[in-house]
């Protein structure tokens, strides 16, 4: 019996609005660092053209990864790899990584310039969907089962805030904390991350603003500035504000339809990182309110379907992966656009797809991959347990 290749299974609502975000983004950064290569004399495509470079790349890896049984990165040896990996590119990150606005977070590998914070997602991802399937359904849930797995996952994260990237470190908590609710840990436990967001913000903000902070090491002594502009965005619209608003501008500049492709004041030397980690404001600035929520509902589209996939699930290792890449996006518009409108102070988190930045688009594609490789697994062994199939994939006499 001859079933068909996995193309004939391709969950074509999460792959459709990759597609057209990747594209938007590709636009959108050409558009967004043209001028300030100009003003350097550079070319003006040359960010638009890494970018399309890193979406081909990424869209290959996406398929490789689809390709793949799934069995494999559920094996042990593949996640020990990986982990292993993941922890050492993040201590080589602390003690030879590239530094870049007061952090270091990224290495130079040469072609491209990587994180390795944003590997760790991923490789939770695929450890923690393993042990919550692996767990014996008729044993209820024990903090000693995930002993191991909580010691890696704070290790993890402690070495991911001490680049410093606090909202990364937050991310991963969160991530872990949702994966494990859905295996059983009682739901009282979903007041942490509302508490302690609330806790945090607030108790955060009094004590950095209230008087001295000589307590506070160099290295974090940038949440004093964060925690200011969080309070008010334009508290210093020329210095240390600059950021908050100039993306305000850019917002109010759109209105509901834009100034059109291209077109963003912005982005000509006022609004900083426009190409990344702002650059929804430039996308709304361009597009306006409208095309902003278009991208944006895109997102939350296929985070949506993800849960759906979830849910319906039988196969609760499956129905981990989909959840957590599921997770994994939301959590990271949210940081996103919540730091762009002043929620919660700025981070260094990309816009989904759309940002600039090699590392990010294929770890996102990858994560993507993955979830497209679960749903066609599901969909073939469907079709195996019906005796069906498509064209060729018939019973042969």
Known sequence: MKWPAKRFYIEWSLLLPYLILCIAGILLV???????????????????????SSFAVSLVCLFAVYQIKLSIFRSKGFLFLLMSLTFFLLLFTLS???????????????FMIFQPSE???????????????????????????????????????ILVSLQPNLA????????????????????YFTLVPIVGFVGVREGLSRLLLSGSVDWLPDKFSYLITRFKVMENPFIDPTGIGHQSASAYYAIYNGGLFGRGLGNSIQKKGFLPASDTDYIFAT???????????????LVFFMVIRLYQLSIRSKNL??????????????????????SLLGYIPLTGVTFPFLSYGGSSLLIL?????IALNARATELREQSLAIGGGIGHGKRKK
């Open 283 to 297: 996308a709304i600035e361009e597009l306006g309110l409208f095309g902003g929520l278009f991208l944006l509902l």
């Open 168 to 187: 990364a470190g937050a991310m991963i908590f969160l991530l872990v904390l949702t994966m494990l609710l859905a295996s059983g840990l009682s739901p």
């Open 317 to 338: 290792y499956h129905s981990q992966l989909f959840l957590g890449c599921g997770t994994i996006l939301l959590l990271q518009v949210a940081v996103n656009v919540s």
């Open 119 to 157: 590997l760790v997602p991923l490789t939770l991802l695929l450890y923690f969907s393993r042990i919550t399937s692996n767990r014996p359904a008729e044993e209820s849930f024990s903090f000693d089962y995930y002993k191991k797995a909580l010691v890696l996952c704070l290790l993890f994260i």
């Open 96 to 110: 030879k990584g590239v530094r870049a606005g007061g952090a270091v977070r990224w290495i130079n590998l040469g």
């Open 30 to 52: 050409y558009s967004a660092s043209s001028y300030q290569l100009m003003l350097n004399e550079l070319s003006i495509g040359s960010k638009g053209w890494k970018q399309l």
């Open 365 to 369: 594609s990858i994560v993507l991959g």
